[in-house]
């Protein structure tokens, strides 16, 4: 089956640890997007890929970084500069020319 | 920049009431506008689309027309189910096709 897939589904850490956080899609879509949700807030883009090796930042990219160095992985690591990172994680990616994006189950990261 | 407002919820209805969730837009030129479900726990998954001015998207009962002149996108559904429950997040897709931009979603409960 194709599909996004997030691992892992649950996560905790320590403050002050970096974090990283997988997301794998064999759809052999282009573009990946990283997204944080907060109850009441939506979804808010952290990082964007439209092609292997280049990504841009999002509206709240402070915090975290990404790599790209297959199309069909965006890893994301949350780092200890970010300052609040308790949260759900949403990967989605979607195709080139394609409007709709398509999105994994999620990880709900959390920091004590 | 652009932005999607849609109404706050909750939103309480009892099983095969009429379904009403407001969704605005703001945006320049012609982006693509889309209804997205999430169930609790779990990542997005896309309800409907459409790609221009008076489209009508439609999928499981639900539906909501692009409307250019009032910049609208409301979803409907005549008789919901308890199944329904989850919150649902209006997007746009920019004319550029660089950014997906979400709404704060509203979650809604049905009670049998």
């Known amino acids: 089956d194709g599909g996004i897939t997030q691992s892992p589904k649950y996560l905790f850490r320590k403050e002050g640890q970096n974090v990283t956080l997988s997301c794998e899609q064999n759809l052999n879509h282009d573009a990946m997007y990283w997204y944080r949700q907060d109850p009441g807030q939506g979804l808010r883009l952290i990082y964007y890929?439209?092609?292997?090796?280049?990504?841009q930042k999002g509206d709240i990219a402070e915090g975290y970084s990404v790599s790209r160095e297959k199309k069909e992985s965006f890893p994301l690591t949350v780092t200890s500069a970010q300052k609040n990172p308790t949260a759900f994680y949403l990967c989605a990616s979607s195709a080139r020319g394609g409007i709709e994006a398509f999105f994994g189950q999620g990880t709900r990261l959390t920091v004590v | 920049g652009d932005s999607v407002t849609q109404m706050e919820g909750p939103v309480t209805l009892s099983e095969e009431a009429f379904l009403t969730i407001n969704c605005t837009y703001t945006a320049t030129g012609y982006p693509s506008l889309f209804w997205y479900v999430q169930y609790p726990g779990e990542g997005l998954q896309l309800l409907l689309k459409?790609?221009?001015?008076?489209d009508k998207g439609s999928n499981k009962g639900f539906e909501a027309t692009y409307r250019k002149e009032t910049t609208s996108f409301h979803l409907e559904k005549g008789s919901v189910q308890v199944s329904d429950s989850a919150v649902y997040f209006c997007a746009l897709r920019n004319q550029a096709g660089t950014a997906l931009i979400f709404g704060k979603g509203t979650t809604l409960s049905v009670s049998s």
């Open positions: 890929s439209q092609i292997v090796n280049d990504f």
């Open positions: 459409a790609t221009k001015a008076d």
